[in-house]
Structures are given as C-alpha cells and as structure tokens.
C-alpha cells in the first residue's frame, strides 16, 4: 500500500479535495500505474454536479494515461515502465457478448470489478470510490491488465490519454457503432471533444458530407480542421439547413450532446432507411419522445454506442498507429495542458467553444 494525492469529490456542485489517500497493493491481475495526463471529459462534469449519481467520496477522472509502476503476480503482458493508455470497458473475454465482439457490454462486469479490498482508502480507513474502476484524478491508480494498452514512444501520454475515451467513443461509434459506408452522409450534432472525434472517424470512413452542429461558432470552425465539409449553427431549423444543403437528410447522424432535444434532432435531419446513433451520455431520468412514423414509414433506425461498441484494446491500438501516420488528429484536439491541482479551472474553461480537450498533467 503507498500514500498519494488525489483530488475526491466529496459533495456535488463543490471543489474537488485535494488531499492523500491510500492505494492498495496490485492484485494477481492488476498493475499500479503512476498517472502522467488525463483528459477533462463532460462525462466527469455529470457526477461532479449531480445529474448522473455517484457514491460519495469518489475520485472521478477516467480518460488517463501513465507509465506502469508495479505489476501483480499474474500479470504477463506489462512490466514496469511500460508508457499505456486505459481501455476503459473490463472485459471477461467469456461471456455471450464478450465473445461475439461485444465487449463494452460484458456480462460479468460486476464480477470482475470486485475485489477483496478496497482500491482507495482515506487515512482513517474511509472508503473512497473510483468512477468508472478507474479513479484518474488521483497520481496513483490501480487498473487491470486488460484495461490498458501500451502505446509507442511516438505517442505522447498528454495526447494518447485521448485515446482511451474520446477517441474510441466517437472514431468508435462511426466504425463499430453506425457502421457507416463509405461515400455516405453524415450529421454531427455536438462538436466538443467526442463530437471532433466522430467528424475525424467519419473523415477516416470515407464519408462524401460531414455536416457539423453546434451552437458555437468557434466549435463550428474547429470542426472543419477534423473533416467537416459543412456547418450549420444548432439554433437553426438544423433539419431544414441540412436538406438545403445535400439536397435530402443525412445517411447517418450522431448525437454527443446528451439531452432529449438534440436525440430528435438526430432523427429528423436523416433521409429515409438512415440510422441516428446516440452518443452523448443523457442526465438521470432522460427520457426520449420520438414520432413513430420515422421507424414505420421512413424505416429510420436509431441505435445507441458506448464507448466505441468495440473491442477496446485492438481499436485503441489500431488509432494509435493512425495518428502515427498522421491520418488521425490528437495534438490539435487538446486545446491546453494544465497542471494537477487546476482541475476546477479547466472543467469551467471546458465552456468555452475554443476548447476541445483539456488535460491535466499530474507529474506536476
């Protein structure tokens, strides 16, 4: 067990707490990894205020990177020093889904999230939760061999954080989640980090139209250095700006907002026999309002994507070799590299449409 600093949310709405916890002693098939960079996420932000719930205390953070400090007993892949992202979907590699290529929807999650003893712990022997199993806000985690992916030296750890949220939800979604054809259309409805990603994805899908949609101008002409060929402002009648522009809807569209309003949006700017895939994760108690005759008449399909609907290992690794060959767009996309203890700051930066991604560096 070693003592480190994380920064716990203790109460929502309020500043993280920058104080020392203790980290327990890797089991048989987990690795202490000394945390280098994680990415701000929106995701994050929905336990911090409240709209998604979360046991208190909780160290939040999840889109991390780091360099492996000690390594359990049955651990046969990694060793100490070794440069990883996290893939952040445990899988058992057994069950139905698993097996079929579904592994972000593992059947025995519970299960293989359990362990004998709490991960973090205050001094007093409080237990401190980890959102997600991952805890990435604190210098000192403990993961599992297969949620990480070793990364090349080419691949700095302030941007391949991105790969192991961002990145494979939105590239993911595209590919895995949508499946979308090459030469199609497309709709992006939310241009922040997850959003970029997708227009990048369908960029790299060979789409022939990549309409993007945000409410902020400046987001809007970030997205045309990701590949978007068209913009439209989301306080538009977006459906109606879309078909002035292609001439019909979109083959494909994709939400990252999270909210019901722009889950109908994503249905109504498709032309018939089009699919809308929900991204964005949605408050507590969301629920979705939809005309029916979209899926009777207009054979529309709506589906939903997490965390890349992949198997996150090989897909992680297969974007790391893409923004080697500089097809795939990170550096760009990480708008400042803060330290540690400015966390706050950057999530309320995070407004801004002039940001993308902020990192957090934690060596600092």
Request: charged share 20%.
């Amino acid at each position: 067990m070693i003592t480190t600093e994380a920064a716990v949310l203790t109460a929502v709405n309020e500043p993280l707490e920058f104080t020392e916890i203790l980290v327990d002693d890797p089991e048989p098939n987990e690795v202490r990894l000394a945390v280098s960079n994680v990415g701000l996420c929106h995701s994050d932000l929905h336990y911090m205020t409240g709209t998604v719930g979360a046991d208190l205390p909780v160290v939040v953070g999840h889109e991390v990177a780091g360099v492996i400090e000690s390594v359990g007993s049955a651990v046969t892949t990694l060793r100490p020093g070794d440069r990883v992202v996290g893939a952040l979907t445990p899988s058992c590699g057994m069950c139905r889904n698993c097996q079929v290529g579904h592994s972000t929807q593992c059947q025995r999650l519970t299960r293989i999230r359990q362990r004998p003893r709490p991960a973090f712990q205050l001094p007093d022997g409080r237990v401190v939760h980890r959102l997600g199993d991952v805890g990435a806000f604190s210098r000192h985690t403990l993961m599992r061999e297969n949620s990480l992916v070793k990364v090349a030296d080419e691949v700095s750890l302030h941007v391949g954080c991105l790969l192991s949220c961002c990145i494979i939800t939105g590239v993911g979604a595209v590919f895995r989640g949508a499946e979308v054809r090459p030469g199609s259309t497309v709709a992006v409805i939310g241009c922040g980090g997850v959003g970029s990603a997708i227009i990048q994805g369908a960029r790299l899908a060979g789409a022939s139209a990549i309409v993007a949609v945000d409410l902020d101008d400046a987001r809007l002409a970030a997205a045309r250095t990701y590949g978007a060929t068209h913009v439209v402002n989301g306080a538009a009648d977006v459906a109606a700006e879309i078909q002035n522009l292609l001439g019909d809807g979109v083959d494909y569209s994709f939400e990252a907002v999270g909210s019901a309003r722009t889950a109908a949006t994503a249905l109504e700017v498709l032309r018939p026999t089009g699919t809308a895939c929900l991204v964005g994760i949605a408050p507590d108690g969301t629920d979705l309002t939809l005309p029916a005759w979209n899926f009777f008449f207009s054979e529309k399909r709506l589906v939903g994507s997490y965390m890349g609907s992949g198997q996150a290992q090989e897909d992680i690794a297969q974007f790391a070799r893409l923004y080697q060959q500089g097809r795939l767009l990170l550096d760009e996309m990480v708008s400042d590299v803060i330290p540690f203890r400015d966390i706050d700051k950057g999530f309320e930066a995070m407004k801004s449409g002039a940001v993308t991604r902020i990192v957090a560096d934690l060596t600092v």
